[in-house]
């Protein structure tokens, strides 16, 4: 069971923060993304042109798509926190499940219901493999008996 993180900062701020780092991403990896596609669709000799043009147009478009992934998700996440009163991996997943379906509500219900399965399976993945490394690396820092005394075990006979 995941234990609460102490460390974040309430969740209005939480929020506006993922919102932000996200978008962050999204326009960094907006820009590799387009700025490889366009130098190698653009003419020979115009490649860095075409480049920075084609990140003018899509980094942030794609920064602003991750950036309102990011925040309705934590959005949701801070919500399900306060009405379930647990922090726990259903959260995320739940939380996954409602941005997904709510930002694919414009292409009608069956979208929005297949597409909030999609997220929330993602998401649960997500917190799965975080559970399976935690276990393997929390594994090392196990508490352990220390070694008994060489006085205190049993002599042979």
């Known amino acids: 069971m ?11 701020w939480v929020i506006l923060s993922d919102f932000g780092s996200a978008f962050a991403m999204g326009a960094v990896g907006g820009t590799i993304w387009h700025g490889i596609k366009g130098a190698r669709n653009s003419p020979r000799g115009d490649r860095l ?6 990140i003018k147009a899509r ?9 309102v992934w990011g925040g309705l998700f934590s959005t ?11 922090e726990d991996m259903w959260n995320p997943i739940i939380s996954g499940f409602l941005t ?3 930002l694919a509500a414009r292409s009608g219900p069956r ?5 909030a399965i999609a997220c929330g399976i993602l998401l649960s993945v997500f917190e799965g493999v975080g559970v399976l490394v935690s276990r393997v690396f929390n594994d090392a820092t196990r508490p352990q ?3 008994i005394p060489e006085t205190m075990q049993a002599q042979p006979s």
């Open 111 to 115: 979208n929005a219901l297949g597409s």
């Open 100 to 102: 997904g379906g709510c």
């Open 76 to 86: 949701f996440d801070c919500s399900m926190k306060s009405w379930r009163q647990k």
């Open 59 to 67: 980094a942030p478009v794609i920064g602003g798509n991750f950036g």
């Open 145 to 147: 008996l220390p070694p």
């Open 49 to 54: 042109v075409g480049a920075a043009s084609v």
């Open 2 to 12: 995941a234990h609460a993180d102490h460390t974040r900062d309430p969740c209005p």
